[in-house]
């Protein structure tokens, strides 16, 4: 059981580069969350999914595309990497109950 | 905006001290308010949670405190230990729609021995 895991750990983009940050949960779950990181802002949430094949926009969307073709997937794209998207993206998983959300260990991107 | 204003910033506490970090909100939708525990390049662990039916929550070392007619809830951690030192998160979520997580901005807690 390994709970949430992201893929890469850590990547270094140049401006106009795109990417995929890959989540894999396998505890079932059906919600699934992307946010970011950033000094002094706490996280932000970039994009959710309520259930395969469903994603939604959270509070800092733009920039950003998801996808949920699996239910233990969740993938976020950057189609052109901009130096505002350095940041560090956490993605986590939520089963029934509020309480029942875990964390991946993070992704930390840098974008030159 | 900050849905959910957390402070201070940043603590030093000594061994065996009390450590407070306090949070406000807004929106009384809110109904649900969780404290996570970061340690350095990990990601956040739900450390307590809190819902507005009690004023109090305590598991261990760490207690909820919550004022519904002020809008606040606060982290005490008792006795405090060096391996408490972390960045602690607030955070509030409604109980309607997905449940999205609103988080405070952090405080980075040093607990020096």
């Known amino acids: 059981n390994a709970g949430v895991t992201q893929t890469p750990k850590f990547r270094v983009l140049k401006t106009g580069q795109s990417m995929t940050l890959l989540c894999a949960q396998d505890m079932n779950h059906e919600y699934m969350y992307w946010y970011r990181q950033d000094p002094g802002m706490g996280l932000r949430l970039i994009h959710y999914s309520v259930g395969e094949g469903t994603t939604a926009k959270g509070e800092v969307p733009d920039g950003y595309n998801v996808s949920r073709l699996k239910k233990q997937n969740f993938l976020l794209g950057l189609e052109s990497a901009a130096p505002s998207q350095t940041s560090v993206y956490f993605c986590?998983?939520?089963?029934?109950?509020?309480?029942?959300?875990?964390f991946g260990p993070g992704t930390r991107l840098t974008v030159l | 905006q900050q849905q959910v204003k957390q402070s201070p910033q940043s603590l030093i506490v000594q061994k065996g001290g009390i450590s407070i970090i306090n949070c406000a909100y807004e929106?009384?939708?809110?109904?649900?308010f969780p404290w996570y525990q970061q340690f350095p390049g990990k990601g956040p662990a739900l450390l307590i949670a809190?819902?507005?039916?009690?004023s109090e929550k305590k598991e261990g070392r760490f207690t909820i405190s919550f004022n519904k007619s002020a809008k606040q809830f606060s982290l005490h951690i008792m006795d405090s230990q060096p391996g408490d030192s972390a960045t602690y998160f607030c955070?509030?979520?409604?109980?309607?729609?997905?449940?999205?997580?609103?988080f405070g901005t952090g405080t980075r807690l040093t607990v020096i021995p």
């Open positions: 986590a998983s939520r089963g029934s109950g509020r309480e029942n959300e875990f």
């Open positions: 955070a509030a979520s409604k109980g309607t729609g997905a449940n999205n997580l609103f």
């Open positions: 809190i819902r507005p039916d009690v």
């Open positions: 929106n009384t939708a809110f109904d649900y």
